[in-house]
């Protein structure tokens, strides 16, 4: 089983940009699709990006779209967020979650999909 590790959660200005790191060790990370989630107080977890195992394929929440981006460098066994234009809204523990058993172009944009979650960092973002 892959364990995940999240870093980089800060507190940044509104309208700057932060970047994400999900680091798996236990595992070689080539044989999971990943994710982005994030939970808000007083909010479900959500889902704010995917990427398949080849790294081909990613997929967004419409309130990301445009500003994040999902990578991954296997090689590393990490993955990235990187979050540009920030808002206050935007303010959350971000976690990052791993599926195996997918096809190499696969994404997933539930949590009931993933099986294997990090502990999460917190990214705060002021007005």
């Known amino acids: 089983q892959v364990q995940l590790v999240e870093s980089g959660g800060e507190l940044v200005q509104a309208g700057g940009s932060l970047s994400l790191s999900c680091a798996a060790s236990?595992?070689?990370?080539?044989?999971?699709?990943m994710g982005w989630f994030r939970r808000s107080p007083g909010k479900e977890r959500e889902f704010v990006a995917a990427?398949?195992?080849?790294?081909?394929?990613?997929y967004y929440a419409d309130s990301v779209l445009g500003r994040f981006t999902i990578a991954r460098d296997n090689a590393k066994n990490t993955v990235y967020l990187q979050m540009n234009s920030l808002k206050p809204e935007d303010t959350a523990v971000y976690y990052c979650?791993?599926?195996?058993?997918?096809?190499?172009?696969?994404?997933?944009?539930?949590?009931?999909?993933?099986?294997?979650w990090g502990q999460g960092t917190q990214v705060t973002v002021s007005s």
């Open positions: 979650a791993a599926r195996s058993g997918s096809g190499v172009t696969t994404y997933f944009s539930r949590r009931e999909d993933y099986t294997n």
């Open positions: 236990g595992d070689t990370l080539d044989r999971y699709a």
């Open positions: 990427i398949s195992r080849s790294g081909s394929s990613r």
